[in-house]
């Protein structure tokens, strides 16, 4: 028996995995970074002003405002 071989393609499937969850995250953070060009919580286009200033935003002003409100007064 050859336990060398058997570990070493372990180990070389192990870095292909650790590549591509790295290449998975990376394509994930890319797409978050641009953040949404419609609003998660009422389905209106959110404007191109708001993507420049904050490109993470997932929500319209109307609804984060609505939404940090709530939790303000909570």
Do not use: W, Y
């Not at 949404?36 to 002003?61: K, L, N, S």
């Amino acid at each position: 028996m050859n336990f060398g071989s058997n570990a070493s393609l372990d180990l070389a499937s192990l870095r292909e995995q650790q590549e591509r969850d790295a290449m998975i995250a990376n394509a994930v953070a890319a797409v978050e970074a641009q953040g949404a060009a419609e609003c998660t919580c009422c389905g209106e286009p959110i404007p191109e002003e708001r993507r420049a200033a904050a490109p993470f935003a997932r929500r319209c002003i109307g609804c984060q405002t609505f939404l940090e409100q709530e939790k303000f007064h909570r």
